[in-house]
């Protein structure tokens, strides 16, 4: 039960660094999203050709050398952006935080396809003779690497691993950095999640073999949840990363709170490799609301997971008219309309894109609704337009991924 | 390949390893580590490209070879010297 704990055990949000197609700042993301900006455009990778996605244009030389670009990979400069830009919103007196005490908990959906394809192609051209394989390779693709190069970059002695999770891992990373805060592992964590996903040609070609990979002739129109034509995914690179503190710690220094976590869920469908299990994803959402001492009717808006595929977006919309069909209150939006799926990213950027509404009281829409498929009108979906509401105290954001992980991730107005 | 050729060469790796530095003050007779970020997989760098480049083959004994300018050129002159 999270409900009632003492301060030292509530966690906030303090900070915010992130980069999306459609803006490098939390401000710019959000005006992109009310204003209905999408960040997906044209795009063409290697076998595949071209496709959609959304790509991010942040500064990599903000936080990091050339060198440094050479020699890591493109989610530890994410990573590192993210990181950099959060500790910088947190107001942090970072020249005097006890970095042994930072603890950097980043989700990843995955890591290494990337630097793997990179060096095949490479080796393609020397016959496949192995003793050209770079030695730099081994280092880009250890699973800790994204976290460990924001450890690398800024000096950071605490613990630093990647949480894998399909595309449930950016509100795992989130989660993962709040229970490392309330047992005393870190006094602060960055926690979220990146995606460097629209580099490995695998994952298009993948989602392409199995009917999942959106089309569109217009890029901005590709991503398209809840409508009747929508055709699939739209790959998307992004990150997200929160500074995460104890209630007392945030308080006693004055600190900006964005919000509080205020509930949370992580289960898993053991039913199916791909197909998702509605029944888990609202056990789930019920679990995370019970631990948070909320009912349905509490959330003011729910940031949903769907991906734009017709069973995803179908099987979610039938969890949560299970969770929240009686409930009066609930608008439900989602950003994957706007940038694509940022996989690892994903949850966090998503969560991030609806905070906002605490201070401005304006909830965000889905966009690209040119028909409203029935099996997706939700009471309280906000299509195409936001939508100002009285109030906004609690977001519920849905998160879910391959193999069947389930995360739920409560954030509440303080 | 002329000694003031691979110099050229070495240069052009070196350009690509540390893009963020100043080359034209290089001193040719200083170790290039401390005139240079260089650790020891920017070594290896140096080694894989000329692999890659010309495959040239340097054993592992031998990087101590490639300790300044003037040592890395002499060292390669005979082994790149058909080179073109």
Known sequence: MIAGLPERDRIVITGVGLTAPNGDDLGAFRDSLLAGRSGVTPYEIRYVGQTVAGVCHFDELRYQKKKDLRRGTRAGSVGIYCASEAIRDAGLDWENVDRSMVGIYIGVTEHGNVETENEIHELKGFDYDTKFWSHHHNPRTVANNPAGEISLSLGITGPHYTIGAACAAGNAGIIQGAQMLRLGECDVALAGGVSESIHTFGIFASFKSQGALATHDDPHRASRPFDVDRNGIVVAEGGCLYVLERMDDARRRGAKIYGEIAGYAINSDASDFVLPNPERQAQCMQLALKRAGLNADDVDIVSTHATGTASGDTQECLALRSVFGESRNTRFNNAKSFIGHAMGAAGALELAGNLPSFADGVCHATINVDQLDPDCALNGLVVNQPREEKRVDVILNNSFGMLGINSVLIVKRV | ?84
């Not at chain 2, 691979?6 to 003050?25: F, M, R």
């Not at chain 2, 007779?29 to 650790?39: A, F, K, W």
């Not at chain 2, 031998?62 to 790149?80: C, G, H, I, K, Q």
């Open chain 2, 1 to 84: 390949m002329t000694p003031g050729e691979i110099k050229a060469v070495i240069l052009d790796i070196l350009e690509g390893i540390a893009p963020d530095e100043d080359l034209s003050g290089l001193k040719d007779d200083v170790p290039l580590r401390e005139q240079l970020e260089l650790d020891s997989m920017d070594f290896l760098d140096i080694v894989m490209e000329l692999r890659k480049r010309y495959r040239v083959q340097i054993p592992e004994d031998d990087y101590v070879n490639l300790a300044t300018m003037n040592s890395t050129v002499e060292y390669l002159a005979p082994l790149m010297k058909d080179l073109s």
